[in-house]
């Protein structure tokens, strides 16, 4: 009895032991199931998180258009007017304004703006005319001075320099003859993006402005009375017009003409119409400082009409490309536009 007792007791001793182990191994494979869940679950779950973020606002870039030099189109101020707007009348039969003219009180020429609608560019172009004193007191027709802006001006450039106030103490110094000036805006793109011919800035001046000016003011149309000048790009327009034009304008003024920059066919540029046979019968003259960006453009222009046997006058001023130069030389300017106009009838 006591040996079954003791084996008895070892084999429930052994059941419980074995009970006991499957406890614990079932115990340890819940505590890795455990393990497992709480902490390699989340674990593996950080290796392809779901990332919910709101990109960083970016800045707002507003296009800022880069300034010129100079403001181009500035918005005028109508003049005042001290007088009506002159009556026009019809052309008379040519005569030429006297040096000694009948007796007038008027020491300054009327200065009136324009608009003409252009085919050729499709807009309205402004433009302004100057009439000598006492132009309403005669009946004659008058020389006319055609003056172009600079590309980053308008029409009122050569107005601003003192252009008229010049022409009125020139008149009253008997200097000069009375005479009519117009100031024509360019149309940006023409006077920009063309070079002349059909359709061009040229076109629009020969075709439109030129024939709107002698059908409203008493002009005298022969080429000998009619001058045209310009500076910068309106220096290569007014030497391309002229040169071009030699039965319309007889006398071309270029003032600091950026030819070195001019960007035109052979036939529309003046450097290569040195050789026409017209140019002999036109009056001529070339102006730049001798520290002038364009100048280089200018001195090629006077070595190639002295080649070619070209009279022309030919000036070097101190000074750039700039307001203060091309105002300091408006009465220079003047006098060789208007020396060939008779003095008397």
């Known amino acids: 009895m006591l040996k ?138 008058y020389p006319t001075l055609y003056l172009i802006h600079g590309a980053s001006y308008d029409e009122t450039h050569w107005e601003s320099l003192g252009v008229f106030k010049a022409m009125d103490a020139g008149i009253q110094a008997r200097r000069w003859l009375p005479a009519i000036i117009v100031l024509p805006d360019g149309d940006e793109d023409l006077f920009t993006n063309t070079s002349g011919g059909p359709g061009s800035y040229e076109a629009q001046f020969v075709q439109e ?54 960007e035109a066919p052979p036939e529309l540029d003046p450097l290569k119409m040195v050789d026409l046979p017209t140019l002999k019968t036109q009056r001529i003259w070339l102006d730049t400082g001798d520290a002038d960006g364009c100048r280089a453009g200018v001195d090629e222009l006077h070595d190639a009409l002295s080649n070619a046997g070209v009279t022309h006058e030919y000036r070097l001023w101190p000074g750039g490309h700039e307001d203060a130069v091309w105002a300091a030389h408006i009465e220079d300017d003047l006098a060789f536009y208007t020396q060939s106009w008779p003095k008397s009838q």
């Open 4 to 141: 079954l007792s003791n084996r008895g007791h070892r084999r429930a001793t052994s059941l419980w032991i074995a009970f006991v182990l499957f406890l614990l191994g079932l115990n340890g494979a819940l505590a890795l199931i455990v393990v497992r869940f709480v902490v390699w679950q989340p674990a593996a779950a950080q290796q392809t998180p779901t990332i919910t973020s709101t990109a960083t606002p970016q800045p707002q870039h507003t296009a800022v258009a880069r300034l010129p030099t100079t403001t181009r189109r500035p918005t005028r101020t109508p003049r005042p007017r001290a007088t009506p707007i002159p009556t026009r009348v019809g052309q008379s039969l040519i005569a030429t304004p006297a040096i000694d003219p009948p007796p007038c009180t008027a020491t300054t020429g009327f200065v009136t703006d324009e608009i003409f609608q252009s085919r050729i560019s499709g807009n309205a172009q402004p433009y302004i005319v100057y009439l000598p004193p006492c132009y309403d007191s005669t009946s004659v027709r």
């Open 209 to 262: 402005l030129v024939p709107i000016i002698d059908g409203v003011f008493r002009t005298d149309p022969r080429p000998q009375m009619r001058a045209i000048g310009g500076i910068s790009r309106g220096g290569v327009w007014s030497l391309e017009i002229a040169f071009h034009n030699p039965s319309i304008f007889g006398i071309v003024g270029g003032h600091s003409a950026c030819l070195n920059l001019n």
